[in-house]
């Protein structure tokens, strides 16, 4: 008989503890930001090569483990390029933020005019590209992450 009250015990403190640390999670995730800049790195006869530079940066009390970002690069809800995955943990101590190494993105001119048209035709006639750039990583290696930035790249010199 005590048997089944301890086993009862244990099973609903592991429950608390499982509880508590999801919800932790979520508070990670709700708070944790990227900051993501993307620049024009190289253009050349191959195409445009473009660098991504992110942040992370932890607001909480506790420390967390984020897997290297992958990164989409999307025109008119069309990905046109997007980064190499790798299974990388970075960790982001609490109050303090994480400067990853850039992510090189290279777009050949060929995928580019045969897939979206549409924006060489904007780089053409503004000097400038409106992207949306979709972040998603793992916290912990248990809570996906995701967050969507539209960024301009391009100096406003028509092409």
Do not use: C, W
């Amino acid at each position: 008989m005590k048997t089944k009250y301890i086993l009862l015990g244990a099973g609903t403190l592991a429950a608390l503890y499982g509880a508590s640390y999801l919800i932790k999670l979520n508070r990670f995730s709700n708070e944790l930001e990227t900051a993501t800049k993307a620049t024009i790195h190289k253009v050349s006869l191959l195409g445009i090569d473009l660098r991504i530079d992110v942040t992370l940066k932890n607001p909480s009390g506790g420390s967390v483990k984020v897997k290297q970002p992958f990164v989409k690069m999307i025109y008119n809800k069309s990905t046109i390029a997007s980064s190499q995955m790798e299974n990388v943990n970075i960790a982001v101590p609490k109050f303090s933020e994480v400067a990853m190494k850039p992510i090189n993105i290279h777009i050949g001119f060929l995928a580019l005019a045969t897939r979206v048209p549409a924006l060489l035709k904007e780089y053409r006639d503004t000097g400038q590209i409106n992207l949306t750039v979709e972040t998603v990583t793992t916290i912990n290696d248990k809570l996906p992450y995701k967050k969507i930035d539209n960024i301009t790249l391009g100096a406003g010199k028509k092409a």
